[in-house]
């Protein structure tokens, strides 16, 4: 078998990792760069000339979850090319792109992306899927994006487990080495493909999702009107507000788009976290249901797209029992700029809002702790290979064993 990083190593985002055998190749994610700020965003594999060349010949591509510096290079592949997803996280994408497409001059969605989607294979976790002489076998693992996985790709006798993004901190995130040790570890690795984005924080002290949602709580019994700046898409962060406004016998409120977002999650749910049976939607002008909300207090799910409706609901609100809860990565309202980066002004705009504001918070990634288990628990006979980290190095400085850190290759190449 012969990997190679295509892109990945010493970058966080745009990831695209080709395994392959003489006669068949898969891909694992294709992402776009990550944006910086407001910036464009540079990518010389965003175009269709640029994904035929990489993919020809290709058997199928596999993505781990539906995170755009995993995904959105889908658009550029050729019709003929299998493209597998999770089922949830297939209509997550669908629920998204089809508000985005009625946009394209402002998202670069088109109804043309949307078929494409549309054309995507569904797998479910532990479903072994054939492609040449390749199977590739997804495993669920907890991210803050819903439905997310990684895969054992195995053939002639050899295999592969690339990660994908992972945390064990989220809600979920009890299950990560029960599944390896239970499936995966006793099928003999040779090559660790793990992402390392914390890699370069590795001293930083990172919060399980439920000291998040006891902060929540205390906020907003302490605050009787509560907007939410947060992904629309990350169910962990949306149960935990979900979860606090429940208990502060709060009702949690949200657009249409959200809404639907949230009705996604709950069919799939088999945890009742995440069945959002408090979440209702707020009809923006509606006297009646206001009049309602201002007695009884709130907590809103916002999106930066709805600024106006923010502003007007603020005359109305006293500032001394409002506010806003920031909880997403802090770099989107930091304005000083580091490494380039750019904070995203409709995110400033809203934080600049408010006189009352907090910020909640905890990676979506694995921490220093957690990337030790996963390769002490793994085990891989031959290699070690760290991507999506900013310095892939930093992996040597994990506490694990020497016989391990000699297996750890920082390349985009290897073939076993």
Known sequence: MKIIIHRGTNQIGGCITKIATETTKIFIDLGHNLPKGDQPVEDEYASKEEIEKLTENCGAIFYSHYHGDHIDLYKYVPQNIPQYIGETAKQVMMCKSKRLAKLPEKTNVTEKDVEKLESFKTFKAKDKIRIGDISVTPYFVSHSACDSYMFVVEANGKSVLHTGDFREHGYLGKGLIPTIEK??????????????????????????????????????????????????????????????????????????????????????????????????????????????????????????????????????????????????????????????????????????????????????????????????????????????????????????????????????????
């Open 183 to 416: 499936y995966i570890t006793k099928r003999g690795i040779d090559v660790l493909i793990t992402e390392g984005t914390m890699l370069s924080r590795l001293q930083e002290k990172v919060k399980h999702e439920n000291d998040l949602k006891i902060e929540a709580t205390a906020l907003l019994k302490k605050y009787k009107y509560s907007f939410v700046l947060c992904s629309s898409t990350d169910i962990d962060r949306l149960a935990t507000f979900h979860a606090a406004s429940k208990k502060c016998g709060k009702s949690l409120l949200c657009d249409n788009y959200q809404k639907e977002v949230l009705e996604i999650f709950a069919n799939s749910a088999k945890s009742e976290l995440f069945k959002f049976d408090n979440a209702y939607f707020y009809k923006h002008g509606n006297e009646k249901q206001f009049k309602l909300l201002k007695n009884k207090g709130f907590c809103m799910l916002i999106r930066s797209t709805k600024i106006e409706m923010i502003k007007e609901l603020l005359r109305h609100l006293p500032q001394e029992e409002t506010l806003l809860i920031y909880a997403m990565w802090d770099g989107y309202i930091n304005e000083k700029v580091k490494n380039g980066e750019n904070p995203v002004q409709a995110y400033l705009d809203i934080w600049n809002l408010f006189d009352n504001k907090e910020k909640i918070h905890t990676s979506g990634h694995a921490t220093a702790e957690t990337l030790t288990k996963v390769c002490q628990s793994v085990n891989p006979g031959k290699a070690i290979i760290p991507i999506h980290s900013e310095h892939a190095a930093d992996i040597f400085k994990l506490d694990i064993p020497d016989a391990l850190k000699e297996k750890i290759i920082i390349t985009q190449s290897f073939q076993f």
